[in-house]
């Protein structure tokens, strides 16, 4: 009876451990160069970064998507000019199906982030120069109610900064606020959330960056006490103490040697779970990763700039078990998939590849 139970229980604790091991790993695409179909899913092992195609699903554009809390739904935009719209899909963890649902106007051209807070649907519009807020049925239907709110300004950049550019809306750590960075207008604006069923969006204050820097994206450290802003322009990272809906800055930091001529065009950033690294890459004529380490009091010093070994990296994203970090390459058609050391954060190529057309967004689930 007592090697029956053991046998059972081995047996489960493989399940699960194999269970922890295996997530989702969806990727939105350009679907305009005729290489891509839209979303794809992968099976992602955690433990070797093996993959294998699970689904496809045919949309337009979704160039950046999120997943529900609850994991049931997947929100993604459809990046196309004025006729620009935000689709809503079932997704099943267990195939990795997505399932249509429905599908809304952006209310403003070429949205290119997309977050969720509960049934509430924040999306930045970039060439429309507007943050959106959407709300989602139970069922994953998009309602009548929502909120737009258009930036009008501009900067220096004669090329980029005519009108605004909204890049990117994240949700602070407590939810209580949503920062939007506006690369047109070189400005960061940071919105309360209202705690009504419409959670609609208040101006709180809005923070003058260099002009001509072009803020992109955001990440919050994981004890929400910091958060780091990449610009594209210049590359540059600027840390900030984060308390209460206030952002108060600490450091300037630069990822590319002062005398470099070229594009820079940086893309993306984030911060390791477990709070002592942040990555940022820049595209252009680099195409490069940048490893800071993160100090106590929140500043960054830099530990080393390699290769993405590709061309175009626009989002990447380290994986949930912080072993590895993929790189989505838009114009080398591919996620390169490196090895994370996880005491020094340094990074070396696992050999692994997944071949997709116009790869732009990376999103683990389980």
């Known amino acids: 009876m007592m090697k029956k139970l053991l046998i059972l229980l081995t047996a489960i604790f493989i399940m699960l451990q194999a269970k922890a091991q295996n997530y989702n790993l969806i990727i ?27 689904s496809t699903t045919k949309s337009t554009n979704p160039s950046y998507l999120t997943v529900s809390k609850d994991k049931k739904f997947i929100y993604a935009v459809n990046e196309d000019s004025k006729n620009s719209t935000i689709s809503s899909f079932g997704f099943n963890t267990q195939s990795g199906s997505l399932n249509f649902i429905d599908k809304i106007s952006s209310e403003g051209a070429d949205p290119c982030f997309i977050t969720t807070n509960g049934n509430q649907i924040l999306v930045a519009n970039y060439s429309g120069g507007s943050v959106v807020s ?40 407590d939810k209580k606020y949503a920062v939007v ?60 103490k984060y308390a209460d809906g206030n952002l108060t800055e600490l450091q300037q930091i630069e990822t590319v040697d002062k005398d470099f001529k070229g594009k820079i065009d940086a893309a993306d950033i984030h911060v390791s779970a477990d709070g002592k690294f942040l990555y940022q890459t820049n595209r252009g004529d680099l195409n490069t990763i940048s490893l800071f380490a993160l100090a106590a009091n929140g500043t960054l010093k830099l530990v080393e700039t390699v290769s993405t070994l590709g061309k175009g990296p626009r989002n990447f994203t380290i994986d949930p078990s912080g072993k590895h970090l993929l790189v989505a390459h ?37």
Do not use: M, W
């Not at 989602?136 to 998009?142: C, T, Y």
């Open 181 to 240: 960075n506006d690369l047109g207008e070189d400005h960061v604006y940071i919105y309360s959330i209202a705690k009504t069923a419409k959670k609609e969006l208040t101006l709180k204050s809005k923070i003058k960056v260099t002009p001509g820097s072009g803020p992109r994206h955001l990440a919050f450290s994981p004890n929400g006490k910091f958060a780091y802003l990449t610009h594209e322009f210049t590359g540059t990272v600027t840390a900030y």
């Open 330 to 366: 838009q114009y080398t058609n591919d996620v390169v998939i490196f090895n994370r050391d996880s005491k020094t954060g340094k990074l070396t190529d696992s050999g692994k590849r997944i071949s997709v057309g116009t790869p732009v967004c990376l999103v683990f689930a389980d």
């Open 28 to 54: 939105g695409t350009y679907t305009n160069k005729g290489n891509s179909e839209g979303i794809y899913v992968y099976k992602y092992d955690s433990q070797t970064a093996a993959t294998q195609l699970k």
């Open 134 to 173: 959407l709300t989602a049925a139970a069922d994953g239907k998009f309602l009548a109610t929502k909120q737009v709110i258009q930036h009008t300004g501009k900067s220096v950049n004669a090329a980029r900064q005519q009108s605004a550019h909204v890049h990117q809306v994240q949700l602070t750590p």
